[in-house]
Structure formats: structure tokens, C-alpha cells
């Protein structure tokens, strides 16, 4: 069965940096997307951006652009998404999950995440 | 960006009610929208795809409509799990963009 496990949660200062590791099983990695969302405590779920783990393409956000950086290792089934310059806003929790690499195709769109990491931000 | 908004942002209901809540996109989005159900501290889950493609387990008195830029899901006959909050996503257009909630509360 697909399964995708985050890494654990993490408390960074401001200014900091963290890198949120997703482990994926079940399926091929390198023919799908992987996707990161994030939920700020009491907020609406937020886009990210994402990575075609085949060939390593990616595409942020633009409100994350230079900050975000998501990269995979086929060979450890795994993506990672590092945002740097971390500030009290960025508390939140972050989720891995997988898509299709084309948005096209609805079926895989989000049918399976990670369990979540939990980022906090304190001096 | 494509700016959802869903109405109501929160609304009570008793079970056996039943619930409606709505979808809009700032711009059409053909058919590229999914429904999640959310629980507190829990992981979305997905109930609808592809505005009105049940996810396989999602009980059928779930279901959605609409294309364009107005949604809709509904719940036929709500029940004491259904009590949640919940998202719309578009897959239209990048960047993603989820609606604001909708959390549903027991009346």
C-alpha cells in the first residue's frame, strides 16, 4: 500500500533554516509528482510547490520563491522541501503529498499524504 | 492567482441534515477541483475528485457537482463523523489554491 512518512517535527530560530524529509512506498516514485502543502495553526491549507521525481523538475509558489527549495533521491524514494530564513510565520505544519506529474490527470491528484511534520519557529 | 472562497465559513447542523457548501473560483477552472474532509490534527482526506468523482471508500451520501467557477458538495444525510472542516482545491492553474474552509459543528 502507498505510504508516505515525514520526517519529525522540528524547532528552528528565526533566520534558520529546516529541511522536511518525505519517504515514500508502494508505488513507483520516479512516476509521480510530489507535492508540499502546509498548514499555519487555525489556517486555510497553502501550496507549496512541488517536484516531478523523475526527472527532478520543479515549481514553487511564487510567495516562496528563493526561500523553498524541494529536491528528491530516487534511489532513497524520498523528496525533501528546505525553506530557508525562517520566521514566525512559517510555524506550521508541513505535509508531502502525491500527485500525478501531469495536473491534468485528477485521479492521483492528492490522494495520499504524509502524516505531517510539525515546524516551529522560536527564538 | 486563482482565489477560491467557500460559503458558509462555518455552519451548525444536526445529524440527518442536509449540508451544502459551495465553491468559487475567481476564474473557470473547467473541472480541476477536489474536496477534502479535515478532522482536528488529522491529515486531509480526499472525498471528491475531478469535481464530482467519489473517492473509492468515501460513503455516498458525499457528493459534488459543478464545473467552471462555482462548486458545490454535498452531504445528503449528515452524520456525527461528518463533523469536520472542509477544503476545496484547484489544480487548474498553478499556483494550487485551496478554499478558505468550511467548518461543519453539531447544532
Redesign the interface.
Known amino acids: 500500500q502507498v505510504q508516505l512518512v515525514q520526517s519529525g517535527a522540528e524547532v528552528k530560530k528565526p533566520g534558520a533554516s529546516v529541511k522536511v524529509s518525505c519517504k515514500a512506498s508502494g508505488y513507483t516514485f520516479s512516476t509521480y509528482a510530489m507535492h508540499w502543502v502546509r498548514q499555519a495553526p487555525g489556517q486555510r491549507l497553502e501550496w507549496m510547490g512541488w517536484i516531478n521525481a523523475g526527472n527532478g523538475n520543479t515549481q514553487y509558489s511564487q510567495k516562496f520563491q528563493g526561500r523553498v527549495t524541494i529536491t528528491r533521491d530516487t534511489s532513497a524514494n524520498t523528496a525533501h522541501m528546505e525553506l530557508s530564513s525562517l520566521r514566525s510565520e512559517d510555524a506550521a505544519v508541513y505535509y508531502c503529498a502525491r500527485a500525478s506529474n501531469s495536473q491534468w490527470l485528477a485521479r492521483d491528484i492528492f490522494d495520499y499524504w504524509g502524516q505531517g511534520t510539525l515546524v516551529t519557529v522560536s527564538s | ?1 486563482i482565489q477560491m472562497t467557500q460559503s458558509p465559513s462555518a455552519m451548525s447542523a444536526s445529524v440527518g441534515d442536509r449540508v451544502t457548501i459551495t465553491c468559487r473560483a475567481s476564474q473557470g477552472i473547467s ?2 477541483l ?1 474536496w ?1 474532509q ?1 478532522k482536528p490534527g488529522k ?2 482526506k ?1 472525498l471528491i ?2 469535481a464530482f ?1 467519489l ?1 473509492s471508500g468515501v460513503p455516498s451520501r458525499f457528493s459534488g457537482s459543478g464545473s467552471g467557477t462555482e462548486f458545490t458538495l454535498t452531504i445528503s444525510s449528515l452524520q456525527p463523523e461528518d463533523f469536520a472542516t472542509y ?1 476545496c ?1 484547484q ?2 492553474n ?8 468550511t467548518k461543519v459543528e453539531i447544532k
Open positions: 492567482d473541472n480541476y477536489v477534502f479535515q491529515v486531509p480526499r475528485y475531478a468523482i473517492q477544503y482545491l489544480h487548474n498553478y499556483p494550487w489554491t485551496f478554499g478558505q474552509g
